[in-house]
């Protein structure tokens, strides 16, 4: 994907939502539930679908989850949901080739994932950027992992596209929660992923900081057209992200409800995501009870 | 909750007031307190500790300093310790990283390492004046036994306790093994290891003077032996006082380059 042929969208951000919007709306009648079809919200050429099939973790003991489904269409931004301990990280480890299933199997682009790759980028719970390093050479440590020379320009538009476009040569030390993760995804983002997978990425943060990445991702993911499946614990966070939220109750319950978000607009406020919030929250307390 | 029990973090040291605009006189009365101490001991003595005062041995200084000879044994000392240093880096790093990075090598280095680290190196002048004869390399290698422990024992420290997640996350951005060692795994390293070189540093510089007392008829430590056969008393302080302003610079500069690298 390139970064030129989206900055020119930046600009028009309001009408490109609407068209989003809709483009959201219609899809949802042609897709049902977990079950993945085609067409999505943000149909984008290069993004890929993420497809778990029969997928079964055990840890000595500890069944986490047994014949596990999931598939996340391209383009498509796909919370997991659940309690803690519910398995939902060790889900996204899965996909991202961070461990390996005890059975089953996870493709991406039709590849089958193996083992960690830039072209499936992850988002950490904690930025972990490279304190060796200042803001921009960790943004520009992906290629440099990967024997390549960083496009100069390219990090620039990234460093612009999260808003550090003013302390790119600051020590990581003295960057805020808020801004060392915005480094931390461009960081990933550097690696041009077609899909990305994102381990409670803001859940150390203050509400209003939370709230403004919420949206910023939202932005980005859109500009950019990736697939993005959304570990999280927080509904409205949940809700508020994904085209489609997938429930999982305690272990080894697995994903037990995937609930399609509708909303025609993702204001905080509005009535109808106000219903899907107090939805999920519904299923989600008839998992958490059972 | 009285007042006095009240303080602000900054002022719970007491005297912190003082460390502002003045703080960087501060030193510099340290340095005049010692002086001053000197000045009184030998002022106040009697006999041969006379000979040893500072305005005596500040005019020896001068000589000194101004001798083009006496540069030939600053030079050679320096040349020891450099050598010394060099084999202690050459030695000691490669070793720190086996040590530190495979679980079965530190089990089986462990008890031997400390066991030799509490040898004292002079215990192995008389092996190694046997071994390799009088002269440089007999005062090289018992700097090296002494220099080498702290450069081992922080390599292998930093590379055992390096953040797990960093690596991880390095896999996840595409990095091969090779790149990850390289940009990832050495830089996460490099302050320990200059903490270990630091302490190796200021060890090779304090164990020059005995290793040259011992085999050579060359250098500083020789000299201060020297200036005592001749009965020249107050040259031991002025020597003394160029041994403690060279090692105070090298341990300055290392810290210099270990401060650009510490990220706390």
Redesign the interface.
């Known amino acids: 994907m390139s970064i030129e042929s989206r900055a020119a969208t930046t600009d028009d951000d309001g009408g490109d939502s609407g068209g989003g919007a809709d483009a959201r709306a219609d899809s949802a009648s042609a897709v049902e539930q977990d079950a993945g079809g085609a067409g999505t919200a943000r149909s984008a050429a290069d993004a890929a679908p993420v497809v778990a099939s029969d997928l079964t973790k055990r840890y000595d003991e500890t069944l986490v989850f047994d014949g596990l489904d999931l598939r996340v269409d391209p383009g498509e931004v796909c919370c997991l949901l659940g309690p803690s301990g519910c398995g939902k990280t060790t889900l996204l480890h899965l996909l991202a080739g961070l461990e390996d299933p005890t059975g089953g199997r996870v493709e991406i682009d039709g590849e089958a994932v193996t083992g960690p790759d830039y072209r499936w980028g992850v988002v950490f719970q904690d930025p972990l950027l490279y304190p060796w390093l200042s803001v921009r050479e960790n943004v520009e440590i992906g290629p440099r992992l990967r024997g390549e020379e960083p496009d100069a320009d390219h990090v620039d538009e990234l460093l612009e596209l999260v808003g550090l476009d003013g302390v790119a040569d600051a020590d990581t030390a003295d960057l805020s929660g808020g801004m060392a993760q915005r480094a931390s995804l461009a960081r990933t983002l550097a690696n041009d992923p077609d899909v990305l997978l994102l381990d409670e990425p803001f859940s150390a943060l203050d509400q209003l900081t939370k709230m403004e990445l919420q949206d910023e991702l939202l932005r980005i993911v859109d500009e950019l057209g990736v697939t993005a499946v959304f570990v999280t614990h927080d509904i409205d966070e949940a809700v508020y992200l994904g085209d489609r939220v997938a429930i999982m109750g305690p272990v080894p319950a697995g994903i037990e409800h995937v609930e399609r978000i509708d909303s025609e607009t993702r204001s905080r406020d509005d009535e109808a995501f106000l219903a899907e919030r107090a939805a999920t929250f519904e299923h989600l307390e008839a998992v958490g009870l059972e | 909750m009285s007042p006095r029990t009240m303080a602000t973090r900054d002022r719970r040291r007491s005297g912190s007031e003082l460390v502002g605009e003045g703080g960087r006189l501060l030193p510099a009365v340290g340095l005049l307190g010692g002086l001053a101490v000197w000045w009184t001991v030998t002022a106040l003595g009697s006999g041969i500790i006379t000979n040893f005062a500072p305005a005596a041995t500040f005019a020896v200084l001068a000589e000194l300093v101004a001798s083009p000879s006496f540069y030939d044994h600053v030079l050679v000392s320096v040349y020891r310790f450099a050598v010394a240093l060099g084999l202690c880096l050459t030695v000691g790093l490669p070793v720190g990283i086996v040590v530190g990075y495979f679980k079965a090598a530190e089990r089986a280095t462990t008890v031997l390492f400390q066991f030799m680290r509490m040898i004292s190196p002079l215990a192995w002048f008389p092996i190694a004046i046997i071994v390799f004869g009088v002269g440089t390399r007999s005062a090289v290698f018992v700097m090296f036994m002494a220099g080498l422990w702290p450069i081992v024992l922080n390599t292998a420290h930093g590379i055992a306790t390096i953040?797990d997640?960093?690596i991880?996350?390095?896999?996840?951005?595409?990095?091969d093994t090779r790149?990850?060692l390289r940009?990832?795994v050495v830089?996460?390293v490099?302050p320990d290891m200059l903490t270990g070189i630091r302490l190796s540093i200021g060890i090779l510089w304090i164990i020059l003077v005995p290793a040259e007392m011992l085999g050579v008829n060359t250098g500083l430590g020789y000299l201060i032996l020297d200036a005592r056969d001749r009965f020249s008393y107050a040259e031991i302080p002025a020597i003394m006082l160029v041994i403690g302003f060279i090692g105070f610079w090298l341990d300055l500069s290392v810290r210099r380059l270990h401060a650009r690298?510490n990220?706390?």
């Not at chain 2, 991880?168 to 990095?175: A, I, N």
């Open positions: 953040d997640d960093w991880t996350v390095g896999e996840s951005l595409g990095g790149a990850l940009r990832v830089p996460a490099i690298w990220w706390g």
